[in-house]
């Protein structure tokens, strides 16, 4: 039996534990939530969580990406220092402890701006975060591989982008279907802008990436992770996905660009290209197989639109509820 715990009970850390609790019966789930009192910050919190666990997965962190500029100590300290004392505490226990750490796409910030809409990011690339948020993650990041360099194998970064699922309602994909479903009565169009680059990221395949590593099913490393795309070579913008969820539940859309919808100078900067190669991440997964389907396939991950038509299923049915 391993004793799996989750720090951080939001959007992920909920999926992760109604996932493991699900494919991990033999194993004992524990989550930390912050809102139960748990401070992760907390030193003593960290080791108590350390000694009860063989796997910790970190999904603690301060999102708030406008928030992060202006409370930048809370950032530091969630985002950098915490991730940084849990690695060196795992660390000590010589290998006999492993760690997922959640981090993000916007560590590589406007890294890859220049070849917005053309190219994807793969994981070797420069950090050249443009927001606090981004910055204190990278740290974070780099704290933790720092830390754990001498433990093969021990390790897993996932660097996700622009996750959505069940039980986040401020993701882009989720604020996107509110305001679309909205639209369909107030008949307000929904401005999305053009010129930034994503491939959305669903919480149930990160799950799926990080229950393969518990299972020793992939190597640790670190791996970018998104969904994949219907026409894997087509490169979308924020745009195009929400013209999607309209072809799926309708409402009034308008497109736009960066700087007509947002003012100069408020909140965060956000960089143009998000859009993740998962090469590495395919590639590690392939060797072992993992989701070799009956029909013969092999499908690994699921497209962002299989898994937003799933979401959009989902939400409508509640709302008739
Ligand atoms: N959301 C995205 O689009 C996105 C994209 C790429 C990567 N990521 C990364 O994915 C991970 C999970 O993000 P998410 O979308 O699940 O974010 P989320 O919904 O904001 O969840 C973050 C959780 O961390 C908790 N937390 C904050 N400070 C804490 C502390 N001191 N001790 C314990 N828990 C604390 C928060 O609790 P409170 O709310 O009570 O403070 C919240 O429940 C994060 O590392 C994030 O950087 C997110």
Known sequence: ????????????????????????????????????????????TLDSIVELSDVVINCAAMTDVNACETDMKK??????????KLAKRIKSHLGNKRLVHISTDFVYGTSMDDKAGMSLIDEPCDLNPCNFYGKTKAYGEEAVIDEMKYCENSLLVLRPSYL?????TNSFVRRTIDALLASRINKISVKVVNDQFIYPTSCSDVCNVISMFIDHKMSGDIYNV?????????????????KYIQSLIGGELEETSTSELYNEGTGAVRQKNSALSVYRLMNSISKYNYYERSQGDKQKLFTWQDRIEHICRSVVDKKCD
């Open 1 to 44: 039996m391993k004793r799996i715990s989750i720090i951080g009970y939001g959007q992920l850390g909920k999926e992760c534990f109604a996932t493991l609790r699900r494919t991990h019966l033999q194993d004992s789930v524990m989550v930390y939530r912050h809102d139960a009192g748990f401070d992760a910050t907390d030193e003593k």
């Open 75 to 84: 950032a530091i300290d969630i985002n950098y220092l915490m991730p940084k």
């Open 164 to 168: 959505f699922g069940e039980y986040g």
């Open 226 to 242: 998104r969904c994949l795309d219907a026409e894997e070579n087509k490169i979308r913008s924020k745009y195009d996905i929400a």
